[in-house]
């Protein structure tokens, strides 16, 4: 995946000082580098059972809906609050500068269906322990995790221990 890193571009200091960001819209804009993860995302559940993927928003958005084609499975958003029509289940968590929320439809997974979350970045876990429970609390299997980035740096993957986590590119620093 050193090749997927080619196509990502660090900003120094952003959002605050003495964070590196690493910005996926230079991935994504570039033909190979956008086919490249797709295909890569696929690749890592290829050939087990998923019935949903759920796209967490917004990076999410753009790699779950491509990913639940290439697998056969459908397409579910995970939404900030007051964005979905029907009735909603909803969870809140902690970031690290304050808290969040995120909701589904309540018929959007049903009891037993295996559900892959799939999103841009694991960082320090809140948010996709979040959409974990939310996926548990409506009856649904958690089949994995999958990212395009991990930064093994953070505590976000010890969040996440006892499940099925996979991610593309890693930064250790």
Do not use: W
């Amino acid at each position: 995946m050193d090749r997927l890193k080619h196509f990502i571009r660090e900003v120094p200091d952003f959002p605050k000082p003495g964070i590196n960001f690493y910005d996926i819209t230079t991935l994504l804009k570039h033909p190979e580098g956008l086919r490249l993860t797709v295909d890569a995302l696929a690749k890592t559940f290829e050939g087990e059972r998923v019935d949903v993927v759920l796209g967490v928003e917004a990076r999410g958005f753009i790699f779950a809906p491509a990913l639940a084609y290439s697998l056969g499975a459908g397409f579910v958003p995970v939404r900030k609050p007051k964005k979905l029509p029907a009735e909603t289940a909803r969870i809140s968590y902690d970031l690290e500068y304050g808290q969040d929320t995120l909701e589904i439809h309540r018929d959007a997974i049903v009891h037993g269906q295996r559900v892959l979350i799939a999103d841009d970045l694991l960082a320090t876990g809140g948010t996709a322990r979040a959409v974990v429970d939310l996926v548990e609390s409506l009856g649904g299997e958690v089949a994995g995790l999958v990212f395009v980035v991990e930064l093994e740096f953070l505590p976000g993957r010890q969040k996440l221990e006892g499940y099925d986590v996979r991610s593309l590119i890693k930064y250790q620093s």
